[in-house]
């Protein structure tokens, strides 16, 4: 489907911005402008939603590819983890108790957010070659 693909393209490159950039929902303020948009905490918990929901569904239905599974696989899986990344820093931030060691949700987050900067920019390559390239296998 031709608007999955844009969206997915859109939310790759949008949470590898966000991403590299480490848009940090702390220093929020309700100034206008696309900077002050990227620091919104309800923008990262919409887009994480959202590229969550867009990867998984393109795993169901690839852009004119006859292989139904693999052939969005790395756009898919990108949107997956960086959907999980920024709601997982929704979580952390209204989290007010002390990180537990023992919860695997919170050493999975931490693990993630520790790379989120190559995260970020593999997340936009991801997206500028499935931009370039729409019906290429494994792309």
Sequence with gaps: MVQLYFLSIICNSISGYILFTGGETDGYDSEKGFGSLIRNPTFHLVLGILSVVTGILKLLSPIMNKTP????????????VSGMI????????????????????DRIGQNLLRFR???????????????????????
């Design 69 to 80: 599974f693999f052939g969005d696989l790395i756009p898919a899986a990108a949107g997956v």
């Design 117 to 139: 900067k190559s995260l970020g920019i593999g997340l936009i390559a991801a997206a500028l070659v499935h931009f370039l390239f729409p019906t290429a296998l494994f792309l």
């Design 86 to 105: 920024l709601i997982f820093g929704i979580y952390r931030r209204g989290n007010n108790a002390a990180p537990d060691s023992a919860n695997s949700l």
